[in-house]
Antibody, heavy 121, light 110 residues
Framework: QVHLVESGGNVVQPGRSLRLSCVASGFTFSIHAMHWVRQAPGKGLEWVAVTSSDGSNRQYADSVKGRFTISRDNSKKTLYLQMNSLRVEDTAVYHC??????????????WGQGTTVTVSS | QSALTQPASVSGSPGQSISISCTGTSSDVGSHNLVSWYQQHPGKAPQLMIYMDTKRPSGVSNRFSGSKSGDTASLTISGLQVEDEADYYCCSYGGSNTLVFGGGTKLTVL
């Protein structure tokens, strides 16, 4: 079965860093573009970042550009999100999600259950 | 990267058909065939229902269909069922290598 499992969420103070991980199973991870999408409490979905299948192309939402870094290790079938200079408004459930192909912009056909990041003093 | 515009809520009775609109601009919804739709039940991960404006993934009921006219995309659900009650989000390529979501629509099946 196709699965994505996120981890790494925690409660952190503003200005601190956190790294999220997403382990894939049940499909050929290395041929799919991968996304991070977040959802603040009681709010809608917000796209965060995408990486191409080989990790060479990475794009970000303006709200996280310069603070967050998406990366992947295809040998470990793992997607990462390094989050620096965290702000209260970054508080959300963070989902990793798979693109149906190597093309980044078709949307997301497989989603993980998410990991919760709370930024609070 | 402005959010796409969706109605906050829609409702219908079992067996009826409803449509949810998603309005963007000529820079996003109107310029690419890259609108997708997601269903999200409370506490669950989103599920892809439509991609590339009109395509339905395998396993998704044919009661769900997508369409687009100009800068507005629509999701239509026919033969409403109680289990269709959920939040629905549209998403589009936003230009400049970004994706943009709509604010979400809460569907109530009366």
């Amino acid at each position: 079965q196709v699965h994505l499992v996120e981890s790494g969420g925690n409660v952190v103070q503003p200005g601190r860093s956190l790294r999220l991980s997403c382990v894939a199973s049940g499909f050929t991870f290395s041929i799919h573009a991968m996304h991070w999408v977040r959802q603040a409490p009681g709010k809608g979905l917000e796209w965060v970042a995408v990486t191409s299948s080989d990790g060479s192309n990475r794009q970000y939402a303006d709200s996280v550009k310069g603070r967050f870094t998406i990366s992947r290790d295809n040998s470990k079938k793992t997607l990462y999100l390094q989050m620096n200079s965290l702000r209260v408004e970054d508080t959300a459930v963070y989902h990793c999600a798979r693109s149906p192909s190597g093309y980044e912009w078709y949307g997301m056909d497989v989603w993980g259950q998410g990991t919760t990041v709370t930024v609070s003093s | 990267q402005s959010a796409l515009t969706q109605p906050a809520s829609v409702s219908g009775s079992p067996g009826q058909s409803i449509s949810i609109s998603c309005t963007g601009t000529s820079s996003d919804v109107g310029s690419h065939n890259l609108v997708s739709w997601y269903q999200q039940h409370p506490g669950k991960a989103p599920q892809l229902m439509i991609y590339m404006d009109t395509k339905r993934p395998s396993g998704v009921s044919n009661r769900f269909s997508g369409s687009k006219s100009g800068d507005t995309a629509s999701l239509t659900i026919s033969g409403l069922q109680v289990e269709d009650e959920a939040d629905y989000y549209c998403c589009s390529y936003g230009g400049s290598n970004t994706l943009v979501f709509g604010g979400g629509t809460k569907l109530t099946v009366l």
